[in-house]
């Protein structure tokens, strides 16, 4: 299973930028997916997660901002971000599980995820 990130980069305060994650080696569609951030010198943090059913939760910090989502015909989840901001700079992991219920899927249970990318660095200039 490889799940691979895309479009990361440096990007202005107030900016967007949209990621991918194009997931392979699956039998079949993990049943959530989601994004997690880990900034220099901090810990890692849930920032956005997808069930199968569409069932979206958001970590307070980017609710409004940012929006998960996903294309289960193309393997590939999505993260657009708006109104960027310098505290959102941090590497970007897409995830992928199939936890026990819809419950377990949210940026706050990094262990439902079983798969894990290599990251895409974003930076936020101010």
């Known amino acids: 299973v490889q799940l691979v990130e895309s479009g990361g980069g440096p990007v202005q305060a107030g900016g967007s930028l949209r990621l991918g994650c194009t997931a392979s080696?699956?039998?079949?569609?993990?049943?959530?997916m989601g994004w997690f951030r880990q900034a220099p010198g901090k810990e890692r943090e849930g920032v956005a997660t997808?069930?199968?059913?569409?069932?979206?939760n958001y970590a307070d910090s980017v609710n409004g901002r940012f929006t998960i989502s996903r294309d289960n015909a193309k393997n590939t989840l999505y993260l657009q971000m708006n109104s960027l901001k310098p505290e959102d700079t941090a590497m970007y992991y897409c995830?992928?599980?199939?936890?026990?219920?819809?419950?377990?899927?949210?940026?706050?249970?990094?262990?439902?995820?079983?798969?894990w990318g290599k990251g895409t660095l974003v930076t936020i200039s101010s």
């Open positions: 995830a992928a599980g199939s936890p026990f219920n819809y419950l377990r899927c949210n940026p706050g249970r990094s262990s439902s995820m079983e798969y």
């Open positions: 080696g699956y039998t079949n569609n993990p049943s959530c």
């Open positions: 997808i069930y199968s059913l569409g069932m979206t």
